[in-house]
């Protein structure tokens, strides 16, 4: 395997024989480490030894290895994955050109805002999940969380990375303020609206690793389509991270339907038995899938969008897996769109209407997504036919409950019909999880629970444990 720089911070982008480069991330590096104390997972960062994968690398086989190791000591690194010989742009205006190695001046403020809008999701999520050991369901579900979190942490070290080489003075800055927004804040809050949201209990986590951490994967994914090469290659090192966050989201879910499905038919199907019996009933995780897969989509962005577009032209932000496509410059094609259309006395009309297709690359991206998200919710489906129960979970509309793009500010069912303003008050409890569902769940995730041969009892164990050990293996132990 090959050996990579293991200084101060590890890399394999020669960071050694950039003085200039080294040195603003070395002034960067404490400040981050600041902020992971701060504002990273509360509670466990003096004494507890975490058993984490750590990158080292970017191998297909050694790209990363596992240890115990107390979180503001893990190491952090920046790696890009190899470069491939003679890469061209592989759509847009651009097609077939060779890839940028620089920044090309006249796509600076956009690349700017692409990675400074990436590179902000990932200490939001951090900060979202700061308060979750303290009510872990077992020491295997603690660990997984702190894995991911330290993983997000990594990410935005990757796109500080790029800032601190590539755009000078403005990266730097840009950097600082990476580390001074706070999810939620009034004054200084994240950039995009699902970052900004509560993850109050484990059903929000695995939740939001299933559907947020996706968003994560094909965003990533259109990134690494771009013509800017140090995107394109760091980008496509995180999809290998990004992997264990949606493995942990799809089967933190399923095992909790696994869970409730037991308890339903002990209950024979009444869920506010399956409540008293100490389950997370259907309805409710239904509520939660319908509320972060609409906070999902609305990080797609708009549906219709002229920022879109230019990315598409300028080979800045492409499609998943752009090669599978036969055209790709994409001028003539049309997307087919259902546009609401608010008639005189306040009714809404959907009317389907044709799109030039690079405007509505969001949501071709989208639409991809949404693809991936049903597949999971069909293995979840797949456990409650296991247990013989003929409920199913269901992805709600794609208008459902949306704040960003055409259906924004408009109200719909979870089957995608136009609803009343009053109705949508009445009836939101029925769709979204409620004050009152979330103080249930809390009521069930009140302690931390630690002894590795327990598991909380909301939901099942997983099938296997981490790194080849046992479920029960000590995953995190605190200092001797
Ligand atoms: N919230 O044409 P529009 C991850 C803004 S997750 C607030 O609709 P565009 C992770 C937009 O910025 C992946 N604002 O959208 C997961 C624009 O602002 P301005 C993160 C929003 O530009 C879990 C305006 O609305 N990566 O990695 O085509 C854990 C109209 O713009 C939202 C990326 O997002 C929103 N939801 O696309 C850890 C990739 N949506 O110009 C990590 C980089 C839109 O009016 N970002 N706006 O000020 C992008 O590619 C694009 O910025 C977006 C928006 C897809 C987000
Ligand atoms: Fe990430
Ligand atoms: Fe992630």
């Keep these: 395997m090959k050996q990579y720089d293991q200084g101060k911070i590890p890399n394999n982008v020669n960071l050694s024989e950039d003085r200039r480069l080294q040195r603003a991330l070395e002034r960067w590096q404490p400040a981050y480490i600041d902020w992971w104390k701060d504002m990273g997972p509360s509670g466990f960062q003096e004494h507890h030894l975490v058993y984490l994968r750590t990158a080292i690398g970017t191998d297909a086989k050694g790209w990363a290895h596992f240890e115990y190791v107390k979180m503001p000591d893990y190491r952090w690194g920046i790696f890009l994955s190899e470069a491939e010989a003679n890469r061209q742009i592989g759509f847009g205006d651009f097609y077939g050109e060779e890839v940028w190695q620089e920044l090309p001046g006249e796509y600076r403020n956009p690349l700017r805002r692409l990675i400074v809008t990436q590179g902000d999701t990932e200490p939001a999520s951090v900060e ?120 942990v989201g799809e089967t933190g879910i399923a095992r909790i339907v696994d869970r409730t499905a037991q308890l339903l038919k002990e209950q024979k199907g009444v869920a506010e038995d399956v409540r008293k019996a100490g389950g997370i009933d259907l309805e409710t995780i239904q509520k939660t899938i319908n509320l972060w897969f609409s906070l999902a989509l609305d990080l797609f962005g708009s549906e219709i969008s002229s920022n879109a577009a230019t990315y598409f032209a300028n080979g800045l932000k492409g499609r998943v897996n752009e090669r599978d496509y036969d055209d790709h410059v994409a001028k003539d094609d049309a997307y087919r769109l259902q546009v609401p259309h608010t008639e005189n006395g306040g009714a809404i009309r959907l009317v389907s209407e044709e799109i030039p297709i690079r405007n509505a690359m969001n949501e071709v991206l989208r ?62 409890d029925e769709w979204v999880p409620s004050e009152e569902d979330r103080k249930f769940i809390g009521s069930l995730q009140k302690t931390a629970i630690f002894e590795p041969d327990q598991m909380g009892y909301w939901i099942a164990p997983p099938k296997r444990g981490i790194d080849g050990k046992p479920v029960n293996w000590e995953y995190v132990r605190v200092e001797a």
Aim: overall charge neutral.
């Design 128 to 247: 979202q999940q700061r308060f979750l050991g303290q009510s872990c369901p077992s020491i295997y579900d603690i660990r997984n969380l702190f894995q991911v979190n330290v993983e997000e942490g990594r990410h935005l070290w990757a796109m500080v990375y790029l800032l601190h080489s590539f755009f000078g003075r403005d990266g730097r800055d840009e950097a600082e303020e990476l580390l001074e927004r706070r999810s939620g804040n009034e004054d200084k809050p994240r950039i995009l609206g699902a970052f900004n949201e509560p993850v109050t209990n484990w059903l929000d986590f695995f939740a939001f690793t299933m559907f947020i951490d996706r968003d994560g994967k094909y965003q990533l994914l259109a990134l690494s389509e771009s013509a800017f090469d140090p995107l394109s290659r760091t980008t496509r090192f995180m999809l290998r991270e990004e992997a264990h966050h949606m493995f």
């Design 367 to 428: 639409d991809d997504y949404v693809k991936d998200c049903q597949r999971g919710l069909n293995n979840w489906n797949r456990v409650l036919a296991k247990h013989g129960l003929s409920d199913r979970l269901k992805l709600p509309s794609k208008r459902f409950h949306r704040n960003q793009g055409i259906y924004a500010g408009l109200h719909f069912d979870p089957e995608g019909n136009p609803v009343d303003e009053a109705t949508w008050n009445r009836r939101r």
